[in-house]
């Protein structure tokens, strides 16, 4: 096959044709901010995730943010309802000195929000199946200081949450306490594990809408929240502690203020870009990543120097990136660059980073991961032609 003119991108930005003149109509209607518009895209989401306690932020960052400050002890008392009487009398609350367990290998919007809330970081090696948490080695690292886990599904592919259930009903017998989960889901909107969508397995679920996501807001991001006390109270907090729904003799003039929040709403506008990118994401730009993810696992299977990732029956990636594992990986990113193929390893891993180096710890499974791990184009943008290229140079070799 002939060389692309252009470059292949690893990312591209979907826009429907519907939100230019969407979009007008709600710059020149006067209500620009938190509106309407917000509303109605939180119900998409809502009616998408089957969860109806879903809160949209203004990034997927304040959504991080905001998951962390609701588990600190303040105000703990309201943070679970019905049939959660035991669990609710044992958390103790994330309190200053406390650690956060999560992974390096991530964007550092998922950890710099632990430094942000005051928290430690305790890092967790990878799966080098999976580029996910190590659960092994989660299980190892718990102690008493442990109050929350802070899981990515890295590419959409979901982490073994079954397996990291059993890890906190375990953590209760011996340290008197469930840490709370946290899951960091910037990969996984649409991804499913046991025929769940990913946000409805008992967790505080942070999504990213970021301009490369999957949907984009423009920018933005949601919480989606396992209790109603929760929900009710990051509904608050995202606007500073005020209550919008609320009769007031005034509007301009605040309520009581009960507990003071952040300006971490999402507005019209970005509301106005989900809501028409919406059905096209969902109905048919998801799934052709599926498809082309679905050819790269059958045409790159038993390649030379390439190890594909995990993929299991029981969970479904909606594959925002596609990751492998490559020998010579520098060479093979030069190869792809000759080719016109744009390859990256996204995220570089945090724990490397000054602002972290107290906290740096041996992680042999990351030291060998991040040498090979790769990630090739593979999204709605990828024809057949595209894919089919991509693969005959990879066969070809570097």
Not at 21 to 29: D, I, R
Not at 140 to 145: G, N, Q, S
Not at 197 to 219: E, M, P, V, W, Y
Request: net charge negative.
């Amino acid at each position: 096959m002939k060389k692309p003119k252009s470059i292949i991108p690893l990312f591209k930005v979907f826009v429907d044709d519907s939100v230019s003149e969407e979009v007008t109509k709600v710059l020149y209607s006067g209500f620009i901010g938190q509106g309407p518009k917000v509303e109605e895209f939180e119900g998409l989401l809502k009616n998408y995730l089957r969860n109806y306690l879903v809160v949209t932020t203004n990034a997927a960052t304040s959504a991080e943010h905001l998951a962390i400050h609701l588990l600190k002890n303040q105000a703990i008392h309201n943070a679970f309802i019905d049939g959660a009487a035991s669990y609710k009398s044992q958390w103790p609350g994330i309190n200053p000195g406390d650690e956060i367990l999560t992974t390096p290998l991530t964007c550092t919007a998922t950890n710099w929000p632990i430094l942000a809330n005051g928290f430690k970081i305790k890092w967790v090696d990878v799966d080098p199946l999976t580029c996910n948490m190590d659960l092994d080695d989660l299980a190892r690292k718990i102690t008493p200081k442990t109050k929350a886990i802070m899981v990515v599904h890295w590419g959409g592919y979901p982490i073994d949450l079954t397996r990291l259930s059993e890890i906190q009903e375990e953590a209760s017998k011996i340290i008197g306490f469930k840490p709370a989960i946290i899951e960091d889901c910037a990969h996984a909107f649409g991804s499913t594990y046991r025929g769940k969508k990913i946000g409805n397995h008992g967790n505080i679920c942070t999504f990213s809408f970021q301009a490369i996501k999957h949907l984009t807001t423009g920018d933005g991001g949601a919480l989606v929240l396992p209790h109603k006390e929760l929900y009710d109270r990051a509904k608050l907090l995202r606007w500073y502690g005020i209550d919008r729904e609320t009769n007031s003799k005034d509007f301009r003039c605040e309520d009581d203020i009960k507990e003071w929040g952040y300006k971490f709403h999402m507005n019209d506008i970005n509301a106005t870009i989900g809501i028409n990118n919406f059905n096209t994401v969902t109905e048919k730009l998801i799934q052709r990543n599926i498809d082309n993810a679905n050819f790269y696992n059958s045409e790159l299977e038993g390649i030379d120097g390439v190890q594909l990732m995990e993929n299991k029956d029981d969970r479904q990636s909606t594959y925002w990136i596609y990751t492998i594992r490559v020998k010579n990986r520098d060479r093979f990113m030069d190869y792809m660059r000759e080719c016109n193929i744009m390859v990256s390893r996204v995220h570089e891993r945090n724990d490397k980073h000054t602002c972290v180096k107290e906290y740096k710890t041996l992680l042999p499974n990351l030291e060998k991961l991040v040498d090979e791990m790769i990630c090739i184009p593979c999204g709605w943008w990828v024809t057949n032609e595209d894919r089919e290229y991509i693969v005959e140079c990879i066969k070809k070799g570097w």
